[in-house]
């Protein structure tokens, strides 16, 4: 896989022979197939993507000495794609945000708990989804690699193309960010 995407980024690449080229798309299009796909759950959009990103890649070519340098710019431009197209297309934000964990775990709660208990999970849960719908779409798929798909902050790191430092600092301040706001939500319904 290495050498086929070192491939892709050398000045010779429109030269390959035709097999050499399909490979080398091969070797891309595995290596962020599934980053892109976490990301639109959606394989033709997934495919639509990895197309695009493929050309992006053909035309900005930097130049690498460490192979795992190379592999990070692959998946963040692969990232940077797929939250792009999430941002043009929302009907996909919103199958995103209906599959989350947080839906799960309150219809969950909903059939062990009494009515009372049954409302104010659902009141949570929908304050919560909107919250989560305010995001930026690189916050929101940070929550869902975590609490959707239970990966370790490492995982995160590695599929997001970041430090783990950054996972382990955004996902906490969007807990934080979604706890004040609901515990002000709150306040402000015990209080009229």
Known sequence: MPNRLQCLLSANYSELDEDEQKQVYEAFYEWVYGTIYLIVKDHQATEDIIQEAFLKV??????????????????????????????????????????????????????????????????????????LRRLKPEYRIMVEYRWRLGLSYREIADKLGVCENIVRQRLFRTREGIKKKLYNEWERSRHT
């Open 58 to 131: 053909m035309l900005k070519k930097p130049v690498f000495k460490a192979e795992a340098s190379l592999r990070a710019w692959l998946r963040t431009v692969s990232r940077n794609m797929a939250i792009t197209y999430l941002r043009k297309n929302k009907k996909y934000m919103q199958n995103l945000e209906q599959t989350s964990a947080i839906g799960e775990l309150a219809a969950a709660s909903w059939k062990d708990g009494s009515v009372e208990d049954s409302v104010e999970t659902k009141l949570m849960e929908e304050a919560i989804v909107t919250y």
